[in-house]
Structures are given as C-alpha cells and as structure tokens.
C-alpha cells in the first residue's frame, strides 16, 4: 500500500514536470534550434575545412551535439527547482505526505522525460539530414536515456544546493562550457595535451560523447564500450544519492 | 482530544528567537487565529506545525501526532494554504487538484467525485479547465483552500489567507472559509495581520508578538477585559473635569491631552449620559471602539500595522511568474 502510494506521489510529480514542459513551448523550441544552430552553421563552417579521422566534421560533431543537447537541457532542467522554490510550488511538494526521495525521483524522470524529448526530435532531424542512420539514431536514444538520468540528477543536485537564480552565469561558466567543451562533443580527446586530458575522465559527459560517437561513426572508442557504460552507471548512482541527499537538505 | 497542543515551542534564527517558548492548546472544531505584526513569527510556528521547520526547543503535536517524531503522519492529517501563492501556473486548476489527490494517496476511485465536490463550493467548477495564470488572485486563492481541504485533513492552516487581496475579494474568501469548516468539519487554524478578521471569524485568537503570546482567548472577551471603550472629551476645563471623573466609577485610564480628555469608558451606551450631565462644561465626545489593537498596544505600546512589509499577494503573483 506504502509502496503503490509511493509510486503515485513519484507519478504525480513526473506528469506535472512533463505537462509544465509542453505548455512552455519557448523552453522546447530553444532546445531544438540550438544544437541545430551547432550543426549546420558551426559543423558546416568549420567542416569546410576541416575532417577528423577521414569524417566529415558535420557527422564527426553530430554525437558530441546530441551530447551537448542532454547536457544543457539536463542542467538547465535541475536549475528550474530554484524557480519551484521562488513559485512557493516546492511547498506544496515538500508538505505533502511523501518522502524526499520520491520528489527527487519524480522530477529525475521528469526531466529525463523532458530531455529525451528533445533528443528524439534532434535525432529524427539527423536522420532526415543524413547525418546518421534510423537504426543508430535508436541505439542513440537508448545511451541518452542513461546519460540524461545521469545528467538530471547533477543539475537536481546544483538546483537544490543554489540559494538564487543569481548563481546562473556561474553555473555556466563553471559547470556548463568546461563540461561541454572537455568532453570531446567538438574534437577527438586521445591528443590531448597532459592537462587537459586529466579532466576528460572526470566529466561523465565524455563516456556520454564517446558511446554516441561509437553508436553513430562506429570504430574506435576512447574509453572502451564497458568502461563509457559502468562509468555512466556509477556516476548516475553516486549523483542519484547526492540529489536525494541534497533534496532531504533543501530548505524553503 | 486537543487538535493542536504546543509546549514551549521555539526556533531560533541565528541567535534570535523566531518564537520564543510558544504554548498553546487548540480544541478540535476550533477556527483560530493567530495575530500579530509582520515578523511576529506567525508563520514561523505555522512552518513548525507542519513540519516544514524543525522546532530547537519544546513539543508540538497535531491531530494526535508529534511534528517532529511523526511528522509523515501529522502531513497526512494537515492542508496548509501558504502566504504565497503555491498553485502551479501552467497547469489547469483540475490539474492542480489532481497532483494533489495523487500525493496524498487518495484513492483513485474517488479523487474525481472528490475534485468536482470541491471545485463546486469553492465557484471554480466552470474554470476548472483554464490555466492558472489566467486566474485572478481570489479565484487563486479558492483554489489553494479547495486544495487545502481535499485530502480531508483534520486540521487546515491558513498563512495570511487574505493578504493582498481586496476587500471585497477578503470577504468573500472568508464566506468560502467558513462554509468549508462547517461543512467539512475541520479545526481551522489562520494567521492574520488584519485586526477585524480575528475579531469577526476567529472562536479563539492569540496575539503574538516577538515570538511570544501576550493574550489568548475569544477575541469579545479580550476586548471586553480592557474595561470599555476609548471616548476623548473636549472641554474648557480639562484639568478640573479630569480630575473628577478620576473618582468615578467604571471609567479607567483617565488623560489630559491638550484640550481634551482620554479615558476608557465601560459601557458607554449608559455612561456617556450620565458623565455629559454631571460635567456641563463637555462640549462632545469621540467615541473609539476598543479593538484588539487596543490590546495589544495595551501590552507592547506599539500598533499592529495593517500595512504589508513584504509585498501583497499580487506582486507575489506577479514577481513568481515564469518569466
């Protein structure tokens, strides 16, 4: 009975997160045109002259920006729990008879459902333009349902821990481009010069890039297929625990 | 069985007590308020009661249950209605009550009946389908009591349920309020800055002031112990009449300001003829209801303002928009 009612407090907050999602359709319009913006106008710019490993720089790139579309769309979703708390909507949430760790739950697959939204609709435009197969695009969507659980949870856990939305340039400048840039969404990470390469490992973004990559281009991966996947998996359930940490933490 | 039994409750905020040793018992059926200035710590001890802010000292149960050891419980028996609009814009106000129904457990054979029972009494039934940001600030406001009220609690808690809203729009608010707790039989405890809706809804009202109760009781009553009303006399001789009715009976607190007098007069229906006779040199008299207000100055030497130091509920509205 606990566990039933469990599970509809977990429904109830994913479907409001969904239904908010579809009725902000500037949210979702944005979503869409900026890693297109990436591809057709940087990938096409710079692919005039420039290949990677014999690619095309537009298919080369199309991974890292699906990659860049779950990362954005992930944090830019775990920063909205500020917005709940400046609605007073969190309140409602929080006083009701339901734990930390279904809210925290709820509003991970919420945004996950948000994401993976945008992802298929970006994937279905790759198809359309050539840039990858039906059948990669599925295989795709599947690692993006595993890199956007990942992701949500780390944008869950700065959105609960911001006082403001004051923070968000910050959280842009600090989480956001170095995430992106270091996680070889825009070029290839094996010659990289020392520095840089120590942080590619520690920005699960990467292990994201290079499984998409390899479902995608094919060939070799950076990491390994096992290592991109148990990575992913481990920091998806370290983020999980800190998010259900940080929501257990969270005051009004 | 007490609703609500609070002993010597306080949170503190850095070093200053928010409510500082708060005490009270309120009786099932009650509708009570607690009145106070902004920053008195009404909400405060709301947050407490509701387990949204862990008390550092004293105990609190509600519904029979202890806030702190058994707080799901006590979440399960409680609606809050909070001072800031809570309802979620882009959802309709069917949808609202929906996602509430679902997390409270409520099962689901019911929940539709359930809505359509609450929509009805609160005069929402035909907007039910809009989104909220088309709503007015009532319209919001009926909707978060229909909420409130949903899940059957025993206890409902009104943050301010009016602030901000205009006084047509309060009345109203309270005509839903009352209907709801006689209908639902619910303990329904408001806190309020506005002085009138403690005296003309409330059973019971404790005035809080600096974390700390300084009266509790029917609000008749604790007017009625100030000992009668306010009436400033204007005379020629002030100091002389002043003077005399010192020795009269059932008039309190006699004071010369310039040319006029201010005393507490009890009853003034009878007395004021009485005094007019005796002293011939009165030329008129203003005469001031006493309020709690009174009381309260009575005890702090200070107003309960009415004004709001921290925005109404429409630029609450207004500045919680998405963007």
Redesign the interface.
Same mark, same amino acid.
């Given at each position: 009975m606990i566990a039933l009612n469990l599970i509809y407090a977990t429904y109830a907050i994913w479907l409001r997160e969904v239904k908010v999602f579809f009725r902000e359709k500037e949210r979702v319009v944005s979503a869409i045109v900026t890693p297109l913006l990436w591809i057709l106008i940087f990938g096409a710019g710079l692919g005039s002259s420039v290949k990677i490993n014999g690619i095309d720089y537009q298919r080369f790139i199309f991974p890292g920006i699906v990659g860049m579309a779950v990362l954005f769309g992930s944090i830019f979703y775990g920063l909205y729990v500020i917005w709940d708390r400046k609605l007073d909507f969190l309140k409602e949430v929080l006083v009701a008879p339901v734990p930390r760790s279904a809210v925290f739950i709820g509003k991970m697959l919420g945004g996950a459902s948000d994401v993976l939204l945008q992802i298929a609709i970006l994937l279905a435009i790759g198809v359309a333009l050539g840039m990858t197969t039906t059948m990669s695009a599925i295989l795709s969507f599947a690692v993006c349902i595993l890199l956007s659980f990942c992701i949500v949870s780390l944008g869950l856990i700065i959105g609960a821990n911001m006082k403001s939305p004051e923070g968000f340039n910050l959280i842009m400048s600090f989480v956001l481009w170095p995430m992106f840039m270091l996680s070889g969404a825009l070029f290839p990470v094996e010659n990289l010069p020392a520095y840089l390469a120590v942080l590619i490992p520690l920005n699960p973004l990467s292990y994201g890039v290079d499984l998409l990559r390899y479902v995608m281009l094919g060939g070799r991966t950076a990491f390994g297929v096992a290592t991109d996947l148990m990575s992913l998996g481990l920091f998806s359930i370290v983020f999980a625990a800190a998010g259900i940490y940080s929501f257990e933490k969270m005051k009004m | 069985m007490s609703a609500i039994e609070i002993v010597k409750l306080k949170k503190y905020f850095g070093k200053i007590a928010a409510v500082n040793g708060i005490s009270l018992k309120i009786e099932e059926g009650e509708i009570f308020a607690i009145l106070g200035p902004n920053g008195a710590g009404k909400t405060t001890t709301i947050?407490m009661l509701?387990?949204? +802010?862990q008390p550092d000292e004293g105990t609190a149960t509600v519904a029979g249950f202890d806030v702190t050891r058994e707080p799901?419980?006590v979440?399960?028996k409680?609606g809050?209605v909070?001072q800031?609009?809570?309802?979620?814009?882009? +959802?309709t106000g069917r949808?609202n009550l929906?996602?509430?129904a679902?997390?409270?457990?409520m099962p689901?054979d019911q929940i539709g009946k359930r809505i359509d029972t609450m929509l009805r009494l609160v005069g929402l039934e035909e907007r039910q389908h809009s989104?909220v940001r088309e709503y007015s600030g009532g319209m919001r406001r009926r909707l978060e009591i229909a909420?409130g009220l949903l899940h059957h609690p025993k206890v409902l808690f009104l943050d301010e349920p009016t602030i901000g809203l205009d006084p047509q729009t309060r009345q109203h608010i309270w005509n839903y309020i009352r209907r709801l707790s006689e209908k639902e039989k619910v303990t329904i405890v408001f806190t309020t800055h506005y002085l009138e809706e403690a005296e003309r809804f409330a059973d019971r009202v404790a005035i809080i002031d600096k974390g700390k109760i300084i009266a509790v009781g029917q609000p008749k009553r604790l007017i009625e112990s100030l000992g009668g009303d306010t009436a400033f006399f204007k005379t020629a001789q002030p100091e002389k009449v002043a003077s005399k009715m010192k020795k009269m009976n059932g008039i309190l607190n006699v004071k010369v300001i310039g040319d006029q007098i201010k005393a507490t007069v009890k009853n003034p229906q009878k007395q004021l003829p009485i005094i007019f006779r005796r002293f011939r040199s009165i030329k008129s008299v203003a005469l001031q209801p006493a309020t709690l207000n009174d009381l309260f100055m009575k005890y702090t030497g200070k107003q309960i303002r009415e004004e709001e130091g921290e925005g109404g509920y429409h630029e609450r509205i207004m500045?919680?928009q998405?963007e």
């Open positions: - | 947050f509701c387990g949204l +802010l799901f419980k979440r399960q409680i809050v909070f800031s609009p809570s309802v979620d814009d882009l +959802l949808e929906e996602m509430h679902m997390l409270y457990g689901l989104q909420r500045r919680s998405r």
